[in-house]
């Protein structure tokens, strides 16, 4: 049907009179889905399990307050101060259960209260729910990635110190080790860490309990590792093959001055496309006690070769190409185990949004337990959006060489501009609770599906 100028176009000239009431209005209609994902999977039981070894009964409680924190960080804020934005949403006080939010002196005061035992349960609790999906999921393939992020901070918080930090140096930080699955896109487990720490400390208990965590609930599922240049330790890769996981972890040339020798010393590469060639050789540095398979590899580069000149005595060159060497104890051919390994830096991807998203980097108290649950806070609310999804939603594809996510997931910030920053208001015309919103169709369409998906699922 063609239009008029006339009909899609009009004159606007006035500002509209204020007037602020206390109506039953709320800007976040799109909770209704989160309250009904919160109901299937019984979070508000869950987390009050974490606290409940806690004398007293406060008012709000730990538990209360971490489930704010979650809704929080779900609807975009990023400072406490930020909570009395939506103070008066009949909406959040509804999914929350309250019919008075607490102030932000009492959130503060609640985390810097936080115990170390309730902050292993809250722990426990996020393992528990990626553990339920993967059981769910029953997949024959779990693969794990390891790798430290830094989380900056002015603020001068309990365990922060000033460690490696190529963007902002100098500055105070943590430095949490992050465990992810590649299935599902979803974070498993921290581990919390000064920021003055090396990648490596504290990884191999760290990553033994994850992978035994996983092998608990799926005992069949081959577990496949992947770990930048900072994991690589003879005791990491000897306790991995000894559990019989499959690993490839970059190798660094600082530590094994020999590789350098080895690649410019080999004549012959093979080829597997135009910009990939490679050469293999079963070897092991004279304080390991086995040979492992190192892949050496080279890459046809057109950009000039920068960096320090001292870091030539260790790091091979050759104009007009980059090397990289990694070993594993996969039975892959090297196009394969290339793709396999470079498919790690989607956990960069994790990560980001982690920080950007759901405020991952943001430290709001000095106390250490209150920074630790804030981050959990964050990975609980990232774990929720990809499980509603999940739910909601057909597996996209198969296991791809990357071990790309088996489903195409929206990020946390996409699906809050889409579906939960929606006005509407709550009335109860014959006393039922009723949800009254625009009808836009795509709005409506995406919120019944997740509905749909969660009550199926149920």
């Given at each position: 049907m063609k239009y008029s100028r006339s009909a899609i176009q009009f004159k606007t000239h006035k500002l509209p009179v204020l007037r602020f009431e206390d109506q039953r209005l709320t800007s976040f209609s799109g909770l209704v889905v989160v309250q009904a994902l919160f109901s299937r999977l019984q979070l508000k039981e869950r987390l009050r399990a974490c606290f409940r070894q806690q004398v007293g009964r406060p008012i709000y409680g730990q538990a209360r307050i971490v489930l704010q924190l979650v809704v929080h960080l779900l609807l975009g804020y990023r400072e406490l101060r930020d909570s009395?934005?939506?103070?008066?949403?009949?909406?959040?006080?509804?999914?929350?259960?309250l019919n008075r939010l607490p102030d932000v002196a009492t959130i503060s005061r609640t985390l810097a209260q936080a115990d170390e035992q309730s902050v292993k349960n809250l722990r426990r609790t996020v393992r528990e729910l990626v553990l339920e999906r993967l059981k769910e999921l029953a997949l024959r393939r779990v693969s794990l990635d390891f790798d430290g992020s830094v989380l900056s901070t002015h603020r001068r918080a309990e365990g922060v110190a000033a460690g490696y930090n190529k963007k902002k140096r100098g500055t105070r930080s943590y430095y949490p080790l992050f465990c992810t699955l590649a299935q599902t896109g979803q974070v498993f487990d921290v581990l919390h860490r000064s920021g003055n720490v090396h990648d490596s400390n504290g990884a191999r208990a760290f990553i033994v309990a994850c992978i035994g965590e996983i092998r608990r609930v799926l005992p069949r599922a081959r577990i496949e590792v992947r770990m930048d240049a900072a994991f690589f330790s003879n005791e990491i890769v000897r306790e991995l093959h000894?559990?019989?996981?499959?690993?490839?972890?970059?190798?660094?040339?600082?530590?094994?001055?020999?590789?350098?020798a080895m690649i410019e010393g080999r004549q012959r590469w093979r080829r597997f496309n135009d910009e990939w060639s490679y050469f293999e050789t079963p070897w092991k540095p004279k304080a390991w006690d086995r040979r492992f398979r190192?892949?050496?590899?080279?890459e046809k580069v057109k950009q000039q070769h920068k960096g320090p000149v001292q870091l030539d005595l260790f790091i091979p060159y050759e104009y007009g190409y980059r090397f990289k060497v990694i070993v594993t104890n996969k039975q892959m051919g090297a196009k394969k185990l290339l793709a396999f390994h470079n498919g790690r830096g989607s956990q960069e991807g994790i990560l980001g949004e982690l920080k950007s998203q759901v405020q991952a980097d943001y430290v709001p108290v000095r106390g250490w337990l209150g920074n630790r649950i804030w981050l959990l806070a964050g990975m609980l609310a990232?774990?929720?959006v990809r499980e509603m999804q999940i739910v909601s939603q057909p597996m996209a594809r198969g296991t791809t060489e990357k071990r790309a996510t088996l489903w195409i997931f929206e990020q946390v910030g996409t699906l809050r501009r889409n579906l939960l920053q929606r006005a509407g208001r709550l009335t109860s015309?014959?006393?039922?609770?009723?949800?009254?919103?625009s009808a836009n169709r795509a709005v409506r369409n995406q919120m019944l599906q997740y509905l749909r998906g969660l009550r199926e699922a149920a």
């Amino acid at each position: 049907m063609k239009y008029s100028r006339s009909a899609i176009q009009f004159k606007t000239h006035k500002l509209p009179v204020l007037r602020f009431e206390d109506q039953r209005l709320t800007s976040f209609s799109g909770l209704v889905v989160v309250q009904a994902l919160f109901s299937r999977l019984q979070l508000k039981e869950r987390l009050r399990a974490c606290f409940r070894q806690q004398v007293g009964r406060p008012i709000y409680g730990q538990a209360r307050i971490v489930l704010q924190l979650v809704v929080h960080l779900l609807l975009g804020y990023r400072e406490l101060r930020d909570s009395r934005y939506y103070r008066d949403d009949p909406l959040v006080k509804r999914v929350l259960g309250l019919n008075r939010l607490p102030d932000v002196a009492t959130i503060s005061r609640t985390l810097a209260q936080a115990d170390e035992q309730s902050v292993k349960n809250l722990r426990r609790t996020v393992r528990e729910l990626v553990l339920e999906r993967l059981k769910e999921l029953a997949l024959r393939r779990v693969s794990l990635d390891f790798d430290g992020s830094v989380l900056s901070t002015h603020r001068r918080a309990e365990g922060v110190a000033a460690g490696y930090n190529k963007k902002k140096r100098g500055t105070r930080s943590y430095y949490p080790l992050f465990c992810t699955l590649a299935q599902t896109g979803q974070v498993f487990d921290v581990l919390h860490r000064s920021g003055n720490v090396h990648d490596s400390n504290g990884a191999r208990a760290f990553i033994v309990a994850c992978i035994g965590e996983i092998r608990r609930v799926l005992p069949r599922a081959r577990i496949e590792v992947r770990m930048d240049a900072a994991f690589f330790s003879n005791e990491i890769v000897r306790e991995l093959h000894r559990l019989g996981i499959e690993f490839t972890i970059s190798v660094p040339f600082e530590c094994l001055t020999a590789l350098k020798a080895m690649i410019e010393g080999r004549q012959r590469w093979r080829r597997f496309n135009d910009e990939w060639s490679y050469f293999e050789t079963p070897w092991k540095p004279k304080a390991w006690d086995r040979r492992f398979r190192f892949v050496f590899m080279r890459e046809k580069v057109k950009q000039q070769h920068k960096g320090p000149v001292q870091l030539d005595l260790f790091i091979p060159y050759e104009y007009g190409y980059r090397f990289k060497v990694i070993v594993t104890n996969k039975q892959m051919g090297a196009k394969k185990l290339l793709a396999f390994h470079n498919g790690r830096g989607s956990q960069e991807g994790i990560l980001g949004e982690l920080k950007s998203q759901v405020q991952a980097d943001y430290v709001p108290v000095r106390g250490w337990l209150g920074n630790r649950i804030w981050l959990l806070a964050g990975m609980l609310a990232h774990n929720l959006v990809r499980e509603m999804q999940i739910v909601s939603q057909p597996m996209a594809r198969g296991t791809t060489e990357k071990r790309a996510t088996l489903w195409i997931f929206e990020q946390v910030g996409t699906l809050r501009r889409n579906l939960l920053q929606r006005a509407g208001r709550l009335t109860s015309p014959q006393h039922q609770l009723t949800l009254t919103m625009s009808a836009n169709r795509a709005v409506r369409n995406q919120m019944l599906q997740y509905l749909r998906g969660l009550r199926e699922a149920a």
